[in-house]
């Protein structure tokens, strides 16, 4: 049977995500970034002045929504991060669709917001936050730099990441009106960049790519990535830094009431005439 060409490709190998993930709760989680995202979230939805019905959390690990933002809704259905990218939600079910720090290791990311598009009741919101941008940088770089020095060439190690502009035409491709974007990065520093990868592991976000290297890495290598991280991205007293860019995405299923922008043509004034009364003023 010939291959579906408009099929996304299949980047991460979700039941390994799964398995990891489940690993790391065992194992006492690292919660920095997730708690830092719960934080910001309550703040954003408090800057939201009506309360929602229906709420679905999609994919994120342990719970996002506590009191006294949970009083703000009737019911929050959890839907747990699995193999399948299905997301099983009624049309125009939701008053509100949350998720964190779950997005990035999607294989089909327009797919998934195309659903919750359709499960938004109209004028229902989606506020979610993903890792993007320049995450793990460092990491990728000094990775790289050491396979191709020590091996003779690069294996993929860390996953890639959709950048703002992305994310924002993948919000206005799935339908989602008042699309907004911004990204909040966070700098945390290590000892060692073996101290960074084991806090990977503790938040299951080590390599899933299902073009993995799957031979165990030359000790050689790790000692010659741990140096160059060393190198190119220490302070002065030593410890490493890492980025993690927190990509915050929004949007509203459309709605009469929100706010349209102007027909073409139909505005009352030019803007050369606007500017030359500001420079007689």
Same mark, same amino acid.
């Given at each position: 049977?010939?291959?579906?060409?408009?099929?996304?490709?299949?980047?991460?190998?979700?039941?390994?995500?799964?398995?990891?993930?489940?690993?790391?709760?065992?194992?006492?989680?690292?919660?920095?970034?997730?708690?830092?995202?719960?934080?910001?979230?309550?703040?954003?939805?408090?800057?939201?002045?009506?309360?929602?019905?229906?709420?679905?959390?999609?994919?994120?690990?342990?719970?996002?929504?506590?009191?006294?933002?949970?009083?703000?809704?009737?019911?929050?259905?959890?839907?747990?991060?699995?193999?399948?990218?299905?997301?099983?939600?009624?049309?125009?079910?939701?008053?509100?669709?949350?998720?964190?720090?779950?997005?990035?290791?999607?294989?089909? =990311?327009?797919?998934?917001?195309?659903?919750?598009? #359709?499960?938004?009741? *109209? /004028? $229902?919101?989606?506020? %979610?936050?993903?890792?993007?941008?320049?995450?793990?940088?460092?990491?990728?770089?000094?990775?790289?730099?050491?396979?191709?020095?020590?091996?003779?060439?690069?294996?993929?190690?860390?996953?890639?990441?959709?950048?703002?502009?992305?994310?924002?035409?993948?919000?206005?491709?799935?339908?989602?009106?008042?699309?907004?974007?911004?990204?909040?990065?966070?700098?945390?520093?290590?000892?060692?960049?073996?101290?960074?990868?084991?806090?990977?592991?503790?938040?299951?976000?080590?390599?899933?790519?299902?073009?993995?290297?799957?031979?165990?890495?030359?000790?050689?290598?790790? =000692?010659?990535?741990?140096?160059?991280?060393?190198? #190119?991205?220490?302070? *002065? /007293? $030593?410890?490493?830094? %890492?980025?993690?860019?927190?990509?915050?995405?929004?949007?509203?299923?459309?709605?009469?009431?929100?706010?349209?922008?102007?027909?073409?043509?139909?505005?009352?004034?030019?803007?050369?005439?606007?500017?030359?009364?500001?420079?007689?003023?």
């Amino acid at each position: 049977m010939a291959s579906n060409p408009t099929a996304a490709p299949i980047l991460f190998d979700r039941a390994l995500l799964h398995a990891r993930m489940e690993r790391a709760r065992r194992g006492g989680p690292a919660t920095f970034l997730l708690d830092r995202v719960q934080e910001d979230m309550e703040e954003r939805l408090q800057a939201v002045m009506r309360n929602f019905a229906d709420v679905a959390d999609v994919w994120t690990p342990g719970g996002l929504l506590r009191k006294p933002v949970a009083d703000r809704f009737q019911s929050i259905t959890r839907i747990d991060a699995d193999q399948s990218e299905a997301l099983s939600l009624q049309p125009e079910s939701l008053d509100l669709a949350v998720s964190a720090l779950a997005f990035q290791f999607v294989n089909d =990311l327009p797919g998934v917001l195309a659903q919750i598009r #359709r499960a938004l009741k *109209p /004028d $229902g919101l989606l506020l %979610a936050a993903m890792l993007g941008g320049d995450t793990l940088t460092e990491l990728r770089q000094s990775f790289a730099a050491a396979e191709a020095e020590c091996e003779g060439g690069v294996s993929p190690r860390v996953a890639p990441f959709a950048d703002l502009r992305d994310v924002g035409a993948l919000l206005q491709r799935a339908g989602f009106a008042l699309p907004v974007t911004d990204v909040d990065r966070v700098v945390v520093r290590y000892d060692s960049a073996f101290a960074l990868m084991a806090d990977l592991r503790r938040m299951g976000a080590t390599n899933i790519l299902v073009e993995r290297r799957h031979a165990p890495t030359r000790r050689a290598t790790m =000692l010659r990535m741990a140096e160059i991280y060393g190198e #190119r991205f220490a302070d *002065p /007293d $030593g410890r490493i830094r %890492a980025t993690f860019d927190i990509v915050w995405l929004s949007g509203w299923a459309p709605h009469e009431s929100q706010q349209k922008p102007l027909r073409p043509g139909s505005a009352k004034g030019s803007l050369e005439e606007a500017v030359k009364q500001v420079k007689r003023d």
